[in-house]
């Protein structure tokens, strides 16, 4: 990352993995509902396959490999 962010939170697209949220945010279910993220910073799956969605629980790695893959 080149410069800090000057958003209340930023995202972070990871290569072939989850996206990264971090700073003052709100999460929320389709109907408007709030989702305890517990944490400022969090990682929400975009492949599909997470076990705990919408949160990341690393099974991108075993379905797209990692990083440097
Ligand atoms: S992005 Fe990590 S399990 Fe989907």
Redesign the pocket.
């Known amino acids: 990352m080149t410069d800090e962010p000057t958003a209340a939170a930023s995202i972070t697209v990871?290569h072939?993995?989850?996206?990264l949220i971090r700073g003052d945010f709100d999460l929320l279910d389709d109907e408007g509902n709030p989702i305890d993220a517990g944490r400022t910073t969090i990682?929400?799956?975009?492949?599909?396959?997470?076990?705990r969605?919408p949160?990341?629980?690393?099974?991108?790695?075993r379905?797209y490999g990692t990083a440097d893959d």
């Open positions: 990871c072939r993995g989850p996206l990682a929400l799956c975009r492949c599909g396959h997470s076990g969605k949160f990341c629980d690393g099974t991108h790695k379905i």
